[in-house]
């Protein structure tokens, strides 16, 4: 299944404390942060509005704009949510805050995805210790990012970036466990070299590894150079780790002549 994931989710767990007075209501505000959080204190923090287009118009594609923001609080065992709601990006954000009201004063699940207009998610929050414990509670929450994506030059053997006079298009394929991720088709060339690909969108949940380290996702790249007739002049299989966020410039793909790598998996 083919997504742009662009969802915000806020989920708040109940924990097992003391039940207070009800009708506590807070009022909830969000950021959207595309930066790679899984290199903390070294990338630096790329925020964006509800278009979701960074400050510096970016190359290639626009990225999906977030649309709703889906907000659950849900108590410690997960059965009963008091909110569940969805919000308007726009009314959590730039100082903006959506009131979550009837609450008990005790601890919550916070779950909150930020989603594009095709319900993927693209930025996501989550909270097991959630606790508005005052009569007015203001809380402004960062999503990160969901997403990542792949941006490489292809080169054509020794021909480098200076592309073949019969190569029209480049169709790529991400694969993850055998399942399609993503898939598209673009020119090759333009001026006669290579045209930058860059692959948005691509759903990551990076796990936790050592001392505070992150596995990356990994994902199979493959990539055709075809002609004006479809057939595969170039082609190119590889593995392709996947951060989140857009710190994903990596080596060139270097297309070999033929098409035995798009055998098994043609595109």
Not at 185 to 197: L, P, Q, S, V, W
Request: charged residues 15%; hydrophobic residues 35%.
């Amino acid at each position: 299944m083919i997504k742009t994931i662009f969802t915000v989710s806020l989920a708040i767990i109940l924990g097992c404390g003391d039940r207070g007075a009800s009708n506590v209501t807070t009022r909830l505000g969000w950021t959207l942060d595309y930066a790679d959080w899984t290199q903390a204190g070294i990338t630096q923090p790329d925020v964006r509005g509800c278009s979701n287009q960074p400050s510096d118009g970016g190359n290639g594609t626009p990225y999906p704009a977030v649309t709703q923001v889906h907000v659950q609080l849900m108590d410690a065992s997960q059965q009963t949510a008091p909110i569940d709601a969805m919000f308007a990006c726009d009314e959590g954000i730039g100082g903006q805050r959506v009131p979550l009201t009837n609450l008990e004063a005790e601890t919550y699940v916070l779950k909150v995805t930020a989603l594009a207009s095709d319900n993927s998610a693209l930025y996501a929050y989550h909270d097991n210790a959630f606790h508005p414990n005052t009569a007015s509670v203001e809380q402004d929450i960062t999503l990160r990012a969901a997403v990542g994506e792949l941006r490489f030059f292809p080169r054509f053997g020794s021909q480098g970036l200076t592309c073949p006079n019969d190569v029209e298009n480049i169709s790529y394929k991400i694969i993850s466990h055998s399942d399609l991720i993503a898939q598209g088709t673009m020119a090759a060339c333009r001026d006669g070299f290579a045209n930058e690909i860059n692959i948005r969108n691509i759903p990551v949940e990076p796990k936790p590894g050592a001392n505070g380290s992150y596995i990356a996702d990994q994902f199979d790249l493959l990539i055709e150079a075809k002609n004006s007739a479809g057939n595969v002049l170039y082609c190119n299989q590889s593995q392709r780790t996947v951060k989140p966020g857009n710190k994903n410039l990596t080596n060139d793909v270097v297309l070999q002549a033929g098409s035995a790598c798009g055998a098994s998996a043609p595109l």
